[in-house]
Structure formats: C-alpha cells, structure tokens
C-alpha cells in the first residue's frame, strides 16, 4: 500500500514536500516514482528513484526544481517542490515498481497511491 499526502494550494514561487509512505512489502526491493495528472492531461511521471535510494530521475519539466528523496528506515519517498509554477498544478501520485530500478513509464509500475492534490495559484 502507498498513501501519498503533502498536497495543498501554494502560489507560484512558493514549496511544498510530498510524502509517499509505503506499508505492506519491503521497501527496499521496489523502485518508487512520482507521476501528475492535469484534468484533461494524460498522466506523466515527473520522478523517479531507485530501491537503493540512487539514481534519481526528473522530467524535464521539473528538473532543477523538485527534488526526489527517500528513507529507507521510515519506509517514505518524498517529492520537495521548490519554485512551483501554476502549469505544476495536478493530482500526484506516487508508485512502486517491483524492481530495483525503473524509468518514468507509468507502465513499469505496479502499485500506486490515492494521490494528493497540488493547486498553484497564480
């Protein structure tokens, strides 16, 4: 089970952190990715991150500004947005991979949180 939360509404510039906590399947066996979707939108990963902690990936649209982290002994993957931008606007999801290391293709993950929703005003 994934349960994602942080989400809120911010204005442009401004930062939140999203947590992605994991239960039920150990942790450290699955690659986790963040991934967004705008009403309307086709949804898009924006991050991702090894089992091992390693080899973070962000989409072009987010690089330099959001940063992927997790800890393994809380069993969290976290997504810190800084600098957010009104188009960052989406419901986040978070999922996990049955294996080490995965790319941002929504089809290489097999579990996946509710998701959380992120407003940025203008």
């Known amino acids: 089970q994934l349960q994602a939360s942080g989400g809120g509404l911010v204005q442009a510039g401004g930062s939140l952190r999203l947590s992605c906590a994991v239960s039920?399947?150990?942790?450290?066996?699955?690659?986790i990715g963040w991934f967004r979707q705008a009403p309307g939108k086709e949804r898009e990963g924006v991050s991702c991150i090894s089992s091992y902690g390693t080899s973070p990936y962000y989409a072009d649209s987010v690089k330099g500004r959001f940063t992927i982290s997790s800890d393994n002994a809380k069993n969290t993957v976290y997504l810190q947005m800084n600098s957010l931008k009104p188009e960052d606007t989406a419901v986040y999801y978070c999922a996990a991979a049955r294996k080490a290391v995965a790319g941002t293709g929504r089809y290489d993950y097999h579990y996946w949180g509710q998701g959380t929703l992120v407003t940025v005003s203008s």
């Open positions: 039920g399947f150990t942790f450290v066996n699955y690659a």
